[in-house]
């Protein structure tokens, strides 16, 4: 049977809810007549017993307005400076909009380090749970205000979809100003065509989306398709929807068809090998021979010290690296038994070897398949 949405919707326990900048924002500041609807639509989301984590973006975009900027700053400093200012008022507006429905919320600002850490991972994890038991609406964003490249998330589509994972939510619904993925950028091409359903994500799927956001978005619609990619990859549905709409949260929870629906895999993957394959930036590279590729890749075996042509970066044991072909192509993320320089010393050898080259052996393989992430390329379609 082919899943669809109704079957996929129609057991929603928990829900991420990613709103962007540009449903959030009106001219004079925030939008409080879109924050008031959604908030409205999240509590009814609530009473039906569905829980909510929130991902709100438009900090910097309420920042910009009330400091009077028409268009973001190049500095840096000055956007993190900006987002640090219009975050207060973003998340006092949501607080204001849900205390007239008797709802907490809590303020959760994350980097990419906080989900690559395993440990600070698995607390963001805990904390989160805790305030769900007590029925208090997470609302998360980037942590703007200390970001640099290295830790830097890229956008909240990106950071929405990894709290999919954290939470182990059953869809992830991604309001923007658009009503799906077109087949074109709408902006462009009058005569482009809303995509209802994505059954495989491809290269294809990836062409029809732009990455230049509008005027206060980041990211673009490419953004989104690459956080349906790990979602879906991961067992989760992912919608794309307009957030204007009126009771659009509420139409989708019941399985209604609207905007872009991301069919997900079959088998929804661990917590563990979500966070090994789709949440951690790898540490190193591991370069393996035509073999090997074919091993883990088609056979799901383990991948061996003798199949390892090259190894790139250091890196302690138990750290995440990206397995790549001899041709530098993706085959996935796996989580080593071995540091980077014993694997330079044993790469190539048989696992008969490794006793007598380190001086004893802790693991036949350099990383077992219980801890290997296949995510490949998209395949060109
Ligand atoms: N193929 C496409 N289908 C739909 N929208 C697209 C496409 N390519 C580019 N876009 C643009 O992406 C924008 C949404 O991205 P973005 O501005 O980052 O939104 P948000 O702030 O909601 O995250 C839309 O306004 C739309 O103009
Ligand atoms: N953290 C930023 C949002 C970045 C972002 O991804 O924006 P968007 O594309 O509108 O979801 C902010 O609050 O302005």
Request: charged share 25%; aromatic share 4%; glycine share 8%.
């Amino acid at each position: 049977m082919k899943p669809n949405r109704k079957k996929k919707t129609n057991a929603i326990q928990r829900a991420v809810v990613k709103v962007g900048s540009n449903v959030l924002t009106a001219r004079a500041g925030l939008n409080i007549d879109a924050i008031a609807s959604i908030c409205s639509q999240i509590c009814r989301l609530l009473d039906q017993g569905i829980q909510v984590i929130l991902v709100s973006s438009g900090a910097m975009a309420s920042g910009m307005k009330k400091m009077g900027f028409s268009t973001r700053p190049e500095a840096i400093p000055k956007r993190q400076a900006i987002s640090a200012i219009g975050q207060a008022g973003l998340i006092r507006e949501w607080e204001k909009a849900f205390s007239r429905f008797n709802r907490k919320v809590a303020q959760i600002l994350l980097t990419s380090d906080d989900l690559t850490s395993r440990k600070r991972y698995l607390n963001a994890r805990n904390t989160m749970n805790t305030l769900l038991e007590w029925q208090v609406v997470p609302i998360i964003n980037e942590n703007d205000t200390i970001m640099v490249e290295e830790i830097k998330l890229g956008d909240n589509d990106n950071l929405a979809a990894m709290i999919a994972l954290l939470l182990d939510a059953d869809i992830f619904i991604n309001l923007t100003d658009i009503d799906g993925l077109y087949d074109k950028d709408p902006r462009v091409c009058p005569d482009a065509r809303l995509i209802p359903r994505v059954a495989t994500y491809s290269k294809r799927i990836e062409a029809y989306a732009g990455d230049i956001p509008g005027a206060l978005g980041t990211g673009g619609m490419l953004s989104k398709i690459k956080a349906a990619r790990k979602v879906t990859a991961s067992g989760i549905p992912m919608v794309i929807a307009q957030g204007y709409r009126p009771d659009i949260l509420i139409r989708l929870a019941a399985g209604e068809p609207h905007g872009t629906f991301f069919v997900p895999r079959e088998h929804k993957l661990n917590r563990k090998k979500c966070w090994i394959g789709y949440t951690v930036n790898p540490q190193g590279t591991l370069r393996v021979d035509d073999g090997a590729a074919a091993a883990l890749l088609n056979n799901g075996k383990s991948l061996l010290p003798s199949g390892i042509v090259e190894v790139r970066g250091q890196f302690p044991v138990g750290a995440v690296v990206a397995v790549v072909t001899d041709g530098s192509q993706v085959i996935g993320n796996g989580l080593v038994n071995y540091n980077a320089d014993e694997i330079r010393n044993i790469m190539g050898l048989k696992t008969s070897q490794i006793k007598t080259r380190l001086g004893q052996k802790t693991y036949d393989e350099v990383i077992h398949r219980d801890n290997l992430v296949i995510t490949g390329e998209p395949e060109a379609a």
